[in-house]
């Protein structure tokens, strides 16, 4: 369906992990009071974006306001750097709701915010769940990646990725995107869902680049659609998390992956060259569910990464810990490299 790029048998994994992201601390929705609305705390708060903005770090969190369809926004919530460099988080938190649901693209919710810069814009990429999301006579794009810009500190919907006419019909979902500029334009990672039952990790080409900040939410279709890696005999699926941080030219992405057995989520890293070829995975995953926010809650044994941005010698990582926790962690560059290092395939 989709022509790959790399096989995975290139690069040899274990299953196993070897923790080596440190933990800087979580925040639960109690502490996060929302702006302009009559409720004070969202139910859940879990899944950040995150960016690194005038040396604050905004966090777009997802959040629930009542399990009843389990609908998401996106709240805009500032940690100063200090906080991070101390490892504590010891206060409560103001969020503006920035994102919520208001087409049919993402009417049921939305979800999962990946949010990153392409030149001196600053975007955001969500997975809208579309008006399809809940009925039952219909299995065809109950998701799909939306776009919005950031413009005078508001966020304005642009665009929605869609596969071709001809391919829609065969498209369950797709999720886990966002764009990366290469030397080749811009293009979209994110993870269909196929008629099939296989969940691909991708990258696409677009048609409609200078589209992507005009507003109006225009759909943009894809194309040249292929296959950057694929899961291993023991996971259920894997699925792209942070845009990529950008080391000594080559991208750096942090994945996630479904454990076949037991449904664990667990991460590891990918690096990839100017030209979108892998060139090394680290040899086991790097991180997965240990502290007791990570272990228990709205989903059990969940680290979900959506964003890394790299402050001083370091990357920090956003997470959503079990569906019920804003998780920030963080690891040295050069010990993440030495990792990659361990298993390169230039």
């Known amino acids: 369906m989709f022509r790959k790029i790399c096989e995975i048998t290139a690069f040899k994994r274990e299953n196993k992990t070897v923790d080596i992201v440190k933990r800087i601390g979580a925040i639960t929705a109690d502490r996060i009071h929302l702006k302009k609305y009559p409720k004070d705390n969202p139910v859940t708060a879990f899944n950040p974006g995150l960016i690194l903005v005038d040396g604050e770090l905004k966090l777009y969190v997802r959040i629930v306001l009542g399990y009843f369809t389990y609908a998401s926004a996106v709240a805009e919530i500032t940690i100063p750097v200090e906080e991070v460099e101390a490892n504590s988080f010891p206060g ?36 809208g769940r579309t008006v399809s999301y809940f009925d039952p006579s219909i299995r065809v794009e109950r998701t799909l990646p939306v776009c919005a810009k950031r413009v005078d500190k508001k966020w304005k919907k642009t665009c929605v990725f869609r596969f071709p006419k001809d391919m829609r019909s065969f498209v369950v979902s797709d999720k886990d995107a966002f764009l990366v500029k290469t030397k080749d334009g811009v293009k979209l990672f994110h993870r269909p869902h196929m008629r099939d039952e296989n969940f691909y990790l991708t990258v696409s080409d677009i048609d409609g680049e200078g589209e992507l900040g005009d507003g ?85 044994y969940t680290i979900f990464p959506c964003g890394a941005e790299i402050v001083d010698d370091r990357i920090i990582i956003s997470y959503g810990a079990a569906d019920s926790a804003v998780g920030l962690g963080e690891i040295k560059v050069d010990e993440i490299m030495s990792e990659l290092d361990k298993n390169r395939c230039d």
């Open 216 to 300: 109006g939410l225009k759909e943009i279709p894809l194309k040249n659609t292929i296959i950057a890696y694929e899961a291993a005999e023991f996971e259920e699926k894997i699925g792209w998390g942070t845009p990529p941080v950008k080391v000594d030219n080559e991208y750096l992405f942090f994945v996630h992956a479904v454990d076949r057995d037991l449904k664990f989520y667990k991460v590891f890293a990918l690096l990839m060259d100017e030209d979108l070829n892998v060139v090394s995975v680290t040899p086991y995953y790097i991180m997965e569910p240990r502290e007791i926010y990570e272990v228990y809650g709205d989903r059990p």
């Open 92 to 127: 409560h938190y103001s969020g503006e709701i920035v994102i919520f649901p208001d087409n049919r693209y993402d009417i049921w919710g939305v979800e999962d915010p990946r949010v990153y810069r392409i030149g001196d814009e600053i975007l955001m990429t969500y997975c």
